[in-house]
């Protein structure tokens, strides 16, 4: 099992901007693709971006595309989501996951990935 702690959360205004971070241990970090989900008041979670073990791959919801960007470095086992131009449709508990892969694809579904993280609350305000 991988261990995943999420930080830098919280409430911003609606174009503004926050840095999610998540941070791994107990298992080798690069042997998983890492994502982001998120989950609003009422909703299912969803997915909202993935990279790959290299960090050579990533994939976005459509939702977050050009306005998200994720990264990780390896060597500090953490992976890293920026977000700009935040709306108040953004407004969710966002999960770290981990997905312990062979080979350096990416997956955007639930499924994909057993080990997740406590959630970090990201509010936006209209």
């Known amino acids: 099992q991988v261990q995943l702690v999420e930080s830098g959360g919280g409430l911003v205004q609606a174009g503004g901007s926050l840095r999610l971070s998540c941070l791994a241990s107990?298992?080798?970090?690069?042997?998983?693709?890492m994502g982001w989900f998120r989950q609003a008041p009422g909703k299912e979670r969803e997915f909202v971006a993935t990279?790959?073990?290299?960090?050579?791959?990533?994939y976005y919801a459509d939702s977050v595309k050009s306005r998200f960007t994720i990264s990780r470095d390896n060597a500090k086992n953490t992976v890293v989501m920026q977000m700009n131009s935040l709306k108040p449709e953004d407004t969710a508990v966002y999960y770290c996951?981990?997905?312990?892969?062979?080979?350096?694809?990416?997956?955007?579904?639930?499924?994909?990935?057993?080990?997740w993280g406590q959630g970090s609350q990201v509010t936006v305000s209209s």
């Open positions: 996951a981990a997905d312990y892969r062979l080979d350096d694809n990416t997956c955007s579904s639930y499924g994909c990935y057993k080990n």
């Open positions: 107990g298992r080798t970090f690069s042997n998983y693709a």
């Open positions: 990279i790959s073990r290299s960090g050579g791959r990533t």
